[in-house]
């Protein structure tokens, strides 16, 4: 990652190219697909009990999510979001299906490799809005189908701007400081808003480890970003209890972080100084625990862990270093 400009607005240069992501991107998918070929030629096994990536044709699944849980804010002074009801819902036929918010298009259906056109939200809005779906949606990080993950049909969502935060000299170190309460002035801050991204997406299982790469850019203009994003997952079962273990990483390009994390000239403030960052590397970690109570119910539980990027830190927007989400519950299938 590069260094850090802290003033807007940008240096002549700064930014990378578009055309250099997206040489890029296609070398990541030529990399993708020649990996694809490799293991489209091992024995596929069907379907079975140990298997999260499989799913039935042509049905509609429909579960919720009943339990306690979080998702902390990394914003300054921002809420932290409960999670109490998460609903799913899925829907798989030949080529097209649906899960949550996920929207996609299957072009290729190998054994064991998957391409996917995908058009999904991006997550970094959510954190701006007090209120409305976002509570209703857990983070899988990528791999958010093979764990409980879920959307509600969009509700009224109250925008927050940044919170006011200490001097830049107070900022040298990440230690959060405390801050001194101030109002908001509406007319200075620009709202944030959630971006709808569109690409491709890869799958393919390794033996026992499923890996997932999504190259996405946004079609919506609000950002007008780029993100990359790549996991491994596995799961496996010890009698009647499933466990799952999920790590990975996004990146995500300067135009995008600008967007939600930036301060431009004519926001800044004493208070609030004016930040441009780079493009920067989220990892994360997820684990997962489940088991199957009847038909219908199954307990739930998992924990993730998202440590944030250097530019996303370096924010005086951000509080936070890391985003921990955690829930615990039952589940209904319908």
């Known amino acids: 990652m590069g260094s850090i400009n802290k003033k807007y607005p940008a240096q002549s240069g700064k930014y990378p190219q578009r055309s250099d992501y997206i040489m890029s991107a296609f070398r990541i998918l030529i990399l993708t697909m020649a990996l694809s070929f490799y293991t489209a030629g091992a024995s596929a096994e069907p379907c ?34 409960p999670l109490v009801l998460i ?59 093979n764990s409980l993950a879920a959307p509600a049909s969009p509700g009224p969502q109250e925008y927050f701007g940044p919170m006011p935060v200490a001097d830049q000299d107070e900022r040298s170190s990440e230690t959060p400081t405390p801050l001194v309460e101030e109002p908001l002035d509406p007319e200075r801050t620009r709202r ?13 299982a390794l033996g026992p480890v499923d890996w997932q790469l999504q190259l996405l850019t946004d079609v919506t203009g ?9 996991a491994l997952s596995s799961s496996q079962y010890y009698g009647e209890h499933r466990f799952g273990v999920a790590g990975g990483f996004s990146w995500k390009s300067a135009d995008l972080l600008e967007y939600y994390y930036g301060v431009r000239a004519d926001e800044a403030t004493e208070r609030l100084p ?25 307990w739930q539980g998992s924990l993730q862990y998202d440590y944030l990027s250097r530019s996303v830190r370096n924010s005086p927007l ?9 829930f615990i519950g039952g589940v209904y299938h319908f």
């Open 48 to 81: 079975g009990h140990g298997q999260s990536h499989c799913a039935a044709v042509g049905e509609w699944e429909l579960s919720l999510g009943i339990g306690l849980g979080v998702r902390s804010n990394p914003l300054h002074n921002g809420d932290d979001i």
């Open 87 to 145: 609903p799913q819902i899925s829907y798989y036929g030949q080529r097209f299906f649906i899960e949550n918010l996920d929207i996609g298009y299957t072009l290729v259906d190998q054994p064991n490799l998957m391409l996917n056109v995908l058009v999904t939200p991006g997550g970094d809005g959510l954190y701006f809005f007090r209120r409305g779906w976002r509570n209703f949606v857990m983070d899988g990080g990528l791999s958010g189908r």
């Open 274 to 298: 004016a930040y441009e960052p780079n493009s920067g590397v989220t990892p994360f970690v997820r684990l997962s625990w489940g088991k199957a109570v009847n038909r219908h119910w199954r």
């Open 318 to 326: 951000i509080e936070d270093s890391e985003v921990v989400q955690v």
């Open 192 to 204: 944030r808003r959630v971006a709808g991204m569109a690409g491709l997406e890869a799958s393919a």
């Open 222 to 230: 609000v950002h007008r970003g780029e993100e990359l994003r790549f």
